[in-house]
């Protein structure tokens, strides 16, 4: 995760919240960071790290903190003062591109949840992601340019502007811009 540029500022910084967040949530369950960093799977110095607001965390640590922590990823994310997820609007994942970033705009419920996101990639921008659980899947609409999604033991699927596409993520895979101008799609992320 990337730290927001100006043209951003307007937007809640997801790290600010995430911070405040692992902390009060960890504290409230009476973890200490060694234990909750055990439970996570990630070290100690990532949990002071995002604790502190200075560590560059993946979506996916963000993940395996809620899960250890009890409660949604949206949960973790959200400005703290907000009642419920349906308007989160954070950016979340940032890329080397300025044109390249993922917003959650907001959650419902579902078998847990179901997230919406905005996102774009810039010209040859590759966003990376580990698999999920077996009953996780990824429902993606192309709004602008065309994004290749790469799933590992798939072959590569293009989806242009106007198309969609619907997978099962409990494998590996890449949302990866192979054209030379801007993709825009919304994802939506339902477990």
Avoid: C
């Avoid at 200490?32 to 990532?46: F, H, K, T």
């Amino acid at each position: 995760m990337h730290s927001q540029d100006s043209a951003t500022q307007d937007r809640p910084d997801v790290l600010a919240h995430v911070a405040g967040n692992v902390r009060a949530l960890r504290v409230d369950r009476g973890f200490s960071q060694d234990m909750l960093a055990a439970q996570a799977g990630v070290s100690r110095r990532m949990i002071s790290g995002i604790e502190s607001g200075e560590a560059n965390v993946s979506l996916s640590t963000l993940d395996r903190l809620a899960h250890a922590l009890g409660v949604s990823f949206s949960r973790l994310v959200r400005p703290p003062e907000m009642p419920d997820n349906s308007r989160i609007d954070s950016l979340a994942w940032r890329g080397d591109s300025p044109d390249s970033r993922a917003t959650l705009l907001g959650t419902v419920p579902a078998a847990r949840e179901a997230e919406l996101w905005t996102w774009s990639l810039g010209a040859g921008e590759t966003y990376p992601a580990e698999a999920d659980a077996a009953d996780w899947h990824e429902m993606l609409y192309v709004v602008e340019g065309a994004l290749t999604v790469e799933v590992e033991g798939a072959e590569p699927k293009r989806v242009a502007a106007g198309d969609f596409l619907i997978f099962t993520s409990d494998h590996p895979y890449l949302f990866v811009n192979r054209e030379d101008t801007l993709v825009r799609f919304v994802r939506n992320v339902v477990f």
